[in-house]
């Protein structure tokens, strides 16, 4: 059974399944085009160990001998290797935090919906006050339980860890059977595809778990508001009755419950279709994941001073619902509280103000809900999640000159550190990369990123991305809302290590720079 809630919740989940299939697209492209360069490294030795094969100077087995032996054993691979799970495993950050961003307006929606529903049938007014975007984010922020998935450090840490050793395992089988067949770079590049297909389905699976976990939190906790108040009404649980269904939950099609009475699905106790946790347990994944099931109610009767009689209500669609709803000041009473509790001393000084913003000054007023919104999320979420530059000497053409820059230039090195650190930068140790990230959200450094063994130009270059950043005041992301001052750092930054690979004679690596250089610059402005 579909209504209008579950309608809007598929069409905010076909945008969100949208968003995540491009990032996955993106990033097998980059994937592709780095291990393609690798691949092309070898072009001329495979072909004249092909020519032999042909000539019958070698046999099938010693060729993929040779082939295996070149271009699968030893650390360039590993590199390799490593820099494309790290890839793949930063997407998969990427997908996991546009879901999470969305749920706040799928349980707003249903909150409202179900509200709507219980008003629309009863014919009653509950004194209900639309939920929106903020008003969710800051109750799932509260109530981490109410979304499936790792919550603690730990519980994450071993997700990480265990998201990277299955991509390795992936891209390390994906890759041998194109090199043991002796496909060319491309074609062993485009197998890449695979891995990155099987990681979209099993993200887009997490999507439509968490979207139907909001979804049924939202018209759950409706139902129990409308209990608490005096509403007399019980709920349903309703299956999608196609091929796909769990048997399980085809079995609890149709059954209904007090609000406060758990269904029980194969012993297991569950308010809601898709719950994550109850009475602090966990609920079986194998009853949650892909669950598409929703709850509907029935309104029997109502008593109790605030539940008033309102016939007008049976007569309106939730659209018409919704606006009638806006009216009221009591959203604005709650969302300059909420404002206040967040943001201190930056909320506007009383509630006249807040209205003069939100109603009066919409450039202040995206401003104000930004600095919000940034603050919920850098309550959930310390780490910035972005695409960095992942470290090999591909990416990093002067170490091959250089070596790595804390032995050649320790003193400088030493001096970039200090500095970093006396102006509040997060510096953190990871194998396989290197870069400076902005704060999520500014007026503060942000994370400066290292492997041992990069150059001495490979530092100068993300210090000069430091420099940019504290020069504007540490801007954060906003920077990435003006593509031109993005591409214009990464020429400057650039330019620091041509210049040092000119010094040196080395026009190969100046024109390996100039390339890593425009594909960056492509990036934000397009081919020049």
């Not at 129990?224 to 709920?235: E, N, P, Q, S």
């Not at 603050?375 to 530059?389: P, Q, V, W, Y």
């Not at 504007?472 to 020429?491: H, K, L, N, T, W």
């Amino acid at each position: 059974m579909t209504d209008r809630g579950h309608e809007l919740t598929d069409e905010l989940l076909k945008e969100l399944e949208s968003d995540i299939h491009d990032e996955y697209e993106q990033a097998v492209r980059d994937m592709q085009a780095k291990l393609s360069e690798y691949l092309e490294t070898f072009a001329k030795q495979d072909a004249a160990q092909q020519e032999l094969l042909k000539a019958g100077a070698i046999t099938e087995e010693e060729y993929k001998s040779w082939a295996f032996r070149h271009k699968m054993i030893g650390k360039r691979w590993e590199e390799m290797r490593d820099v494309l799970a790290e890839d793949m495993h930063h997407t998969n950050e990427i997908a996991y935090a546009l879901s999470e961003g969305r749920m706040p307006d799928v349980y707003a929606l249903n909150m409202n919906y179900s509200t709507y529903e219980i008003e629309h049938g009863g014919r009653i007014d509950t004194g209900f006050t639309l939920y929106d975007h903020d008003t969710s984010e800051y109750l799932l922020l509260e109530h981490r339980d109410l979304m499936p998935g790792p919550s603690t450090r730990k519980q994450k840490q071993i997700a990480a860890n265990k998201d990277m050793q299955w991509n390795m395992k992936k891209i390390q089988s994906a890759v041998l059977q194109g090199v043991l067949q002796g496909e060319s770079p491309y074609a062993v590049a485009k197998r890449l595809a695979s891995v990155g297909q099987m990681n979209e389905n099993a993200s887009v699976r997490y999507a439509r778990t968490m979207t139907t976990s909001a979804q049924n939190a939202g018209r759950y906790n409706a139902f129990r508001r409308a209990k608490d108040l005096g509403v007399d009404l019980t709920i349903e649980w309703s299956a999608t009755l196609d091929g796909r269904t769990r048997h399980e939950h085809r079995m609890m099609h149709g059954q209904r419950r007090e609000v406060d009475e758990p269904f029980e699905v194969s012993g297991v106790k569950i308010l809601y279709p898709a719950q994550a946790k109850l009475g602090g347990s966990n609920i079986p994944q194998e009853l949650i994941w892909n669950c598409r099931c929703t709850l509907l109610s029935w309104v029997k009767g109502f008593e109790g001073e605030t539940v008033k009689s309102s016939p007008a209500m049976g007569d309106m669609s939730f659209e018409e619902w919704q606006h009638a709803k806006e009216r009221g000041t009591n959203s604005d009473v709650e969302q300059f509280d909420r404002y206040k509790r967040i943001l201190k001393s930056r909320a506007p000084k009383s509630f006249d103000d807040f209205l003069k913003i939100k109603y009066d000054t919409p450039t202040t007023w995206s401003e104000l809900k930004r600095t919000y919104r940034g603050e919920i999320l850098a309550k959930r979420r310390k780490s910035d999640i972005i695409k960095l530059k992942k470290f090999n000497t591909l990416a990093d053409p002067m170490r091959e000159v250089m070596g790595a820059g804390e032995k050649s230039n320790p003193n400088d090195i030493k001096r970039i550190l200090q500095d970093l650190r006396d102006s509040g930068v997060e510096i953190i140790r990871r194998q396989g990369a290197i870069g400076y990230t902005p704060s999520l959200f500014g007026g503060t450094a942000g994370q400066f990123l290292v492997e041992e063994g990069a150059s001495y130009s490979a530092w100068l270059h993300e210090y000069k991305h430091f420099c940019d950043d504290r020069d504007s005041g540490f801007m954060g992301y906003r920077v990435f809302q003006f593509p031109d001052i993005c591409a214009q750092r990464e020429i400057d930054a650039y330019q620091i290590e041509i210049d040092i690979a000119r010094k040196l004679n080395r026009p190969d690596i100046v024109k390996r720079l100039e390339k890593l250089r425009d594909k960056e610059v492509e990036k934000y402005v397009g081919k020049r």
